[in-house]
């Protein structure tokens, strides 16, 4: 099936900093998702995007699908940041119904 | 939002014990998913469900069953609680985006 890795597993920095992070997956996709979990556990939507580029407030996404990967832009970095980002894929060559395929997730955590 | 709740949120039970989660959305979604979440496992799924009384089984799908009777209800069953089933158990839902209920954390001594 299809493969999903983020990169880098941690990031630490400091409040008003920019940070990218990074999602390379093995196949082509019609479902690609980026969520945020944030430290109470809640997983939140933050982007639907098999391609493209969306942009909502400090937050951005990027998905180059020909070259399998995506990239999550959160820029004026504020500690409510901080938490897991987590991307998820789905590949119309899976089998059986709809179903995404999680990466391990970036660990954020935004310093004061 | 995509009106999903999950009861109970909290729940420690003894290992052996039945334990029934219950996961209910208000959005007439036809897809609905449970999974668990372990530190260094990120999210795995369980069970999902493409339909009433449709379902199949996901990658982590050993010792848990699931029902689904009505659109609205999907059930995730540990018909005998073992402690590796100690988790957070978070459903979801697939709109045209995938949302995820507020999760239950369940504890089994």
């Known amino acids: 099936g299809i493969q999903v890795e983020q990169s880098p597993p941690d990031l630490i920095l400091q409040e008003g900093a920019n940070s990218t992070l990074r999602c390379n997956f093995s196949d082509s996709v019609n479902n690609l998702q980026w969520f945020h979990q944030n430290p109470w556990g809640q997983l939140i939507n933050l982007f639907y995007?098999?391609?493209g580029t969306k942009q909502n407030g400090r937050l951005s996404a990027t998905t180059v699908a020909t070259e399998r990967y995506s990239l999550l832009y959160i820029s004026s970095s504020q500690t409510t940041d901080s938490g897991v980002y987590f991307c998820?894929?789905?590949?119309?060559?899976?089998?059986?119904?709809?179903?995404?395929?999680f990466g391990q997730g970036t660990r954020l955590t935004i310093n004061p | 939002d995509a009106g999903i709740t999950q009861s109970p949120r909290h729940k420690v039970t003894e290992t052996g014990t039945p334990v029934t989660l219950r996961c209910h959305q208000t959005e007439n979604h036809r897809y609905m998913y449970w999974y668990r979440q372990d530190p260094g496992h990120g999210l795995r799924l369980i069970h999902y469900?493409?339909?009433?009384?449709?379902?199949d089984k996901g990658e982590v799908s050993d010792g848990y069953s699931v029902s689904r009777s009505k659109t609205e209800d999907f059930l995730l069953t540990l018909e005998s609680a073992t402690s590796s089933q100690t988790s957070v158990y978070f459903c979801?839902?697939?709109?045209?985006?995938?949302?995820f209920g507020p999760g239950t954390r369940l504890t089994v001594t």
């Open positions: 998820a894929v789905d590949s119309p060559r899976s089998q059986g119904a709809q179903k995404l395929v």
């Open positions: 979801a839902t697939l709109g045209y985006e995938q949302y």
């Open positions: 995007i098999p391609s």
């Open positions: 469900s493409y339909g009433v009384k449709d379902t």
